[in-house]
């Protein structure tokens, strides 16, 4: 490597002054006994936190090569030195707690996020990532790669499937299908998929380099993802290493993202495409409406705007919940789909995200379909009427 840095004396608290929010490195830390290669290997990694909030192809101590897997890694990371609950931005500190060199060009690197209240430190988060020298330069990434290595690889369509020992390829073929299928509704250029199945979130955290986060703490079940160059990364962790199954409603919700900007989104209209095409908690559509039906729809004094508005659950349980809203947007989507076709379904979709009094809602569907507040509980009862004919 060349020496491109002066001698640096290492010692408690090593910070680069050139760096805002420089990571705390404290005495027992070891480094690379060349000092001029620690010193860069410090200062390249408080300058990759430094742009952790910019987005992530900006990164400069990024490789294009290693930006999908590292984005999952890099999203986890953002604004992690905040606290809502003490109101402080920067309430986390970072600490290096470990360097591995691995050979001449290659490391590991852990670093944690603490802050300290009446004396108590609190452990906010934990992460790895590896470093490796190149051009004269240090680049970072996530380690789910050398994390998997062994795992095989199947690519069906567009998707890339990444798995230990077994693969249901008649359920992935499934997915790719529902894939294309939702995509095409949403008029989004298809995306590549690249799935890992791992067995539960710790080992989700795990491969991709967040050794612990506050946030889930207890969490059995989930999935992380990240988004990068019209490519979406997929690291499952719910208990279905071999995809034995995968939940249309969740996939819907998937693509939704995918294609449109979050905070255009409105959820209970959404919520109702999802119940339309995917059912949910694994009950189909046409159950979920029969249940409706026989639960809700069979009382003649229902007042559809005030259920509405409550978000009145009709499901077995607080868990698995089936919101009235959510039904009654579906059977809109259902209308407005015959009559007008999917393009008409987004403009519903995006008129913006939920508020109490709804103005946005209203009016994108009175353009639509002539329903408003005032007519809304007489066509509410004509869809559910004609719905299942």
């Known amino acids: 490597m060349k020496k491109i840095f002066i001698l640096l004396s290492l010692h408690l608290g090593l910070a680069v002054f050139a760096q805002t929010n420089p990571l705390i490195v404290p005495a027992n830390i070891v480094l690379p006994k060349d000092t001029l290669v620690a010193k860069q290997l410090v200062e390249s990694l408080n300058g990759f936190l430094n742009q952790k909030e910019s987005p992530n192809k900006e990164n400069t101590y990024i490789l294009k090569e290693d930006l999908l897997e590292t984005s999952i890694l890099l999203d986890e990371m953002k604004g992690i030195e905040k606290s809502g609950k003490f109101k402080d931005n920067n309430f986390y500190k970072g600490y290096l707690t470990n360097v591995v060199q691995i050979d001449l060009s290659n490391f590991i690197m852990q670093l944690s996020y603490l802050g ?7 452990l906010c988060a934990s992460f790895e990532l590896l470093a490796k020298y190149k051009d004269d330069k240090f680049y970072f990434l996530s380690p789910l790669k050398r994390n998997t ?16 020992k077994e693969l249901n390829t008649k359920v992935a073929t499934e997915y790719v299908k529902d894939i294309a299928f939702f995509d095409k509704k949403l008029n989004a250029s298809q995306s590549n998929i690249v799935w890992y199945g791992c067995n539960d979130m710790p080992e989700v955290m795990q491969n991709i380099g967040v050794l ?11 999935t992380i993802n990240a988004n990068e160059n019209n490519t979406t990364l997929l690291v499952n962790g719910t208990y279905n290493t071999n995809f034995n199954g995968f939940d249309p409603h969740d996939l819907w919700h998937e693509r939704v993202r995918n294609a449109f900007p979050k905070n255009t989104i ?29 639960k809700v729809a069979s009382n003649p004094k229902s007042d559809w705007l005030n259920l509405y508005d409550g978000f009145y ?10 919101i009235v809203s959510y039904l009654i947007n579906a059977l809109i989507v259902d209308k407005i789909e015959k009559e007008k076709g999917f393009t008409a379904v987004i403009e519903l979709l995006n008129c ?4 109490k009094t709804n103005d946005n809602y209203f009016k994108v569907l009175e353009k639509l379909t002539g329903i408003n507040k005032a007519n809304f509980n007489e066509s509410v009862w004509a869809l559910i009427k004609k719905s299942g004919k």
């Open 266 to 294: 409105n959820k209970p209209v959404d919520e109702g495409c999802a119940y339309l095409y995917g059912g949910s908690w694994g009950i189909s559509w046409s159950q979920i409406l029969k249940t409706f039906k026989e």
């Open 116 to 122: 300290v209240n009446e004396n108590t430190p609190i």
């Open 313 to 322: 659950n009709f499901g077995e349980s607080k868990e698995k919940h089936l």
């Open 149 to 164: 290595l062994s795992w095989q690889t199947k690519k069906i369509g567009n998707s890339t499937f990444l798995y230990k």
């Open 212 to 222: 612990y986060k506050l946030e889930y703490n207890g969490r059995s079940v989930g």
């Open 352 to 355: 913006g995200k939920y508020e």
